[in-house]
């Protein structure tokens, strides 16, 4: 296969033009890269991003860069690529991207094992596509591998998964779990991208409607209190118990998805999980529901059972087909059922996703520099990287915060004094 696999080279210019505008949001990973480009911790060091391929992401892959890496990028979904960034990260940055928009199955896990041939020594996932294929298939390619990241809630449960059976064969660190990551790319990139995502699809007003919400995890919270922003009415549904008692103390209605089904005017699935909405759902909602999907997979939807229903299957819109039921109902699906944020809008916004990316590029340069201390496990982000990367985010923000007193740090590590 050539060294890249992208749409059309000719939309460089728009990409590197887009790239650049995102970069004007991203000035915490600036200031790391202008550190990174003096210092080239990651010279010599090859690393395979499976990253989604946005402007964000373009701008990280340019920083690594600047930081004396090789790296190769390939799609972390077929239907998230901005096949403009790929372009322009090939032809003005020289690197090997695969990645194109709509790819299907067999291109993308194509594209995945040729980023896999180029033997990285650092993997940085989004999902753990990367882990999982060379935990599998390309095992051979495993000697080469010093340690890795993860983006995303959905991959950190994978390699805990593969950690737990004993099988995780290098240290990787959970990006997702800084605090800096989740509590705002999750939240508030989740959730105006999702609205985002749902409105250009469908240039629908949300207030005064219906609109469900599966999972009350980071993701979700912000699609619910985005949504109620613009005006809906906000249901929940949940499976644990404490997030559904948060989220009904947060103001929202919580019930089961079999009732919200018939209220819903829109449905939005963020779990994680399988068949979070199923035939017995579909059977229930009312005729003109849309359904979307912001998790990092397409299983929430039982897409098939739905296929099995349908007696037509249409496309109405760009990223909206509609299913026909035999009694005359339509059930409109967003984006193919997946993350609809990524598929019909443009991802998270580049200030938030500069929180997400600096950790990245700072927990790949925690693991070149620590790797032959660590084991083969699953590692949380360095408390003082969260830390580094809150207080230079809310410096550039223009932010200025207190610090403690003697007395009050000594009075917060003492047990002495009371009331
Ligand atoms: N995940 C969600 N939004 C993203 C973005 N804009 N870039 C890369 N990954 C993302």
Redesign the pocket.
């Known amino acids: 296969m050539k060294q890249y696999d992208v749409r059309d080279l000719s939309l460089a210019d728009q990409g590197a033009r887009r790239i650049a505008w995102?970069e004007r949001e991203m000035p915490v990973l600036r200031q790391i890269r202008e550190r990174l480009a003096k210092e080239r911790p990651f010279a010599g060091v090859r690393m395979a991003a499976c990253?989604?391929?946005?402007?964000?992401?373009a701008n990280?892959m340019r920083t690594l860069q600047d930081g004396g890496a090789e790296v190769v990028l390939c799609a972390?979904n077929p239907l998230?690529t901005q096949d403009d960034v790929a372009a322009a990260l090939v032809a003005r940055d020289e690197m090997p991207v695969f990645a194109i928009k709509g790819e299907d199955n067999e291109t993308y896990y194509r594209h995945i094992t040729a980023a896999i041939d180029h033997r990285p020594n650092v993997t940085m996932d989004?999902g753990a596509d990367v882990v999982s294929i060379l935990h599998g298939d390309r095992r051979e390619a495993l000697s080469d591998v010093i340690g890795g990241t993860e983006?995303?809630t959905t991959g950190v449960i994978r390699l805990r998964a593969l950690e737990a059976e004993g099988k995780l064969e290098y240290p990787i660190v959970a990006v997702n779990d800084a605090d800096t990551k989740h509590l705002f790319?999750n939240r508030y990139?989740?959730g105006q991208?999702t609205i985002d995502g749902i409105i250009r699809a469908t240039n629908t007003l949300l207030a005064g409607k219906t609109f469900v919400v599966c999972g009350y995890g980071w993701c979700s919270r912000g699609i619910a209190m985005r949504a109620r922003g613009m005006g809906a009415n906000v249901i929940v549904t949940e499976v644990d118990p404490l997030r559904a008692l948060e989220a009904l103390m947060d103001g929202y209605r919580v019930m089961p998805m079999l009732q919200a089904a018939t209220e819903a005017d829109i449905v939005v699935t963020a779990t994680g999980d399988a068949h979070v909405l199923d035939t017995a759902h579909f059977e229930r909602m009312k005729d003109g529901v849309l359904i979307a999907n912001s998790g990092h997979f397409n299983v929430e939807i039982n897409l098939v059972g739905l296929a099995d229903m349908a007696t037509e299957v249409r496309s109405v819109r760009d990223f909206v087909q509609e299913y026909r039921l035999s009694d005359g109902r339509r059930i409109n699906v967003l984006g193919e059922g997946r993350?609809i944020?990524?598929a019909a809008a443009?991802?998270?916004?580049?200030a938030?996703?500069d929180m997400?990316?600096a950790n990245q590029a700072l927990c790949a340069e925690f693991m070149i520099k620590n790797h032959d201390r660590l084991t083969k496990s699953v590692y949380s982000v360095p408390r003082e990287i969260d830390r580094q990367v809150a207080m230079l985010k809310l410096r550039a923000m223009g932010v200025t915060i207190d610090t403690l007193t003697d007395a009050q740090q000594t009075y917060l590590t003492s047990w002495q004094s009371g009331t």
Do not use: I, K, R
């Open positions: 995102a990253l989604h391929v946005t402007t964000e992401t990280l972390s998230s989004d983006e995303t790319d990139g989740t991208s993350l944020n990524l443009e991802g998270h916004p580049s938030v996703m997400s990316f």
